[in-house]
Nanobody, 124 residues
Framework: VQLQASGGGLVQAGGSLRLSCAAS????????MGWFRQAPGKEREFVAA????????HYADSVKGRFTISRDNAKNTVYLQMNSLKPEDTAVYFC??????????????????WGQGTQVTVSS
């Protein structure tokens, strides 16, 4: 699976952005897809994930209620809709893919396929 993330940018606090991650490879439709982010000087952290069927989603507590992950298997694309953005959401956002079980879905090292990252900057 090869991943290409896009949609980042500069936005004011309270604004919205939608990230997209386009995947190639025939295993996309059977892969769990995740979004992670990494701010300067910090560890990469889990943001959200969605099972291959789209029927189960998971969120970090810090983004629950503000971010929504979704996927379109026909388009081989996963989305992260980010609303009510805060300055602390500023980071490089990465999409990731693999066949990950639920208990491991929040752990970055369990994903073997990664996109290149897209910068999200939220100004106060």
């Amino acid at each position: 699976v090869q991943l290409q993330a896009s949609g980042g940018g500069l936005v004011q606090a309270g604004g919205s952005l939608r990230l997209s991650c386009a995947a190639s490879g025939r295993t996309f439709s059977r892969s769990t897809m995740g979004w992670f982010r990494q701010a300067p000087g910090k560890e990469r952290e889990f943001v959200a994930a969605i099972h291959w069927s789209g029927g189960s989603t998971h969120y970090a507590d810090s983004v629950k209620g503000r971010f929504t992950i979704s996927r379109d298997n026909a388009k081989n694309t996963v989305y992260l809709q980010m609303n009510s953005l805060k300055p602390e959401d500023t980071a490089v956002y990465f999409c990731a893919a693999d066949r990950v079980i639920t208990s491991s879905i929040r752990i970055a090292k369990n994903y073997n396929y990664w996109g290149q990252g897209t910068q999200v900057t939220v100004s106060s």
